[in-house]
C-alpha cells in the first residue's frame, strides 16, 4: 500500500499563488504515475497534472502556463506550483499515485488518493 498525504492549501486572493505538497510513504517504488486532481461539488473529478515515470508531463489546458508539477524522488514528495491563480481554480486538490507490481505478464494496478486540501480563491 501507499499512503499520500498532502499540505499547502488555503484561502488566496486572485492572482496569489500556493504549493501544494504530497508525501509519499509505503511502497512508493512500485509507483508508477503521480499526479494532481482536483474536485468541486456536483462535479467529476478531473486531472490537473501528472508525472509518469516514463513519459511526458501532463498539464490540463485550464492550467497550463500557470501551474507546475514537480517531484522530489528523494524525499518521495510531488509538488504542484499554483502561480496566478482564479476563483475558478477554487477546489479540493487530491494527490494520486498508480502503483504496477507483480508478474509482468499480468501485473497488479492500484490506485491511491490522499485526504484532500481546500483551496480556495477570493475574487
Known amino acids: 500500500q501507499v499512503q499520500l498525504v498532502e499540505s499547502g492549501g488555503g484561502l488566496v486572493q486572485a492572482g496569489g499563488s500556493l504549493r501544494l505538497s504530497c508525501e509519499a510513504s509505503g511502497r512508493t517504488i512500485y509507483i508508477s504515475t503521480m499526479g494532481w486532481y482536483r474536485q468541486v461539488p456536483g462535479k467529476e473529478r478531473e486531472l490537473v497534472a501528472n508525472m509518469p515515470s516514463r513519459g511526458a508531463t501532463f498539464i490540463a489546458d485550464s492550467v497550463r502556463g500557470r501551474f507546475t508539477i514537480s517531484r522530489d524522488s528523494a524525499k518521495n514528495t510531488l509538488y504542484l506550483q499554483m502561480n496566478s491563480l482564479k476563483p475558478e481554480d477554487t477546489a479540493v486538490y487530491y494527490c494520486?499515485?498508480?502503483?504496477?507490481?507483480?508478474?509482468?505478464?499480468?501485473?497488479?494496478?492500484?490506485?491511491?488518493w490522499g485526504q484532500g486540501t481546500q483551496v480556495t480563491v477570493s475574487s
Open positions: 494520486h499515485a498508480h502503483t504496477s507490481f507483480g508478474p509482468i505478464e499480468a501485473p497488479k494496478e492500484l490506485d491511491h
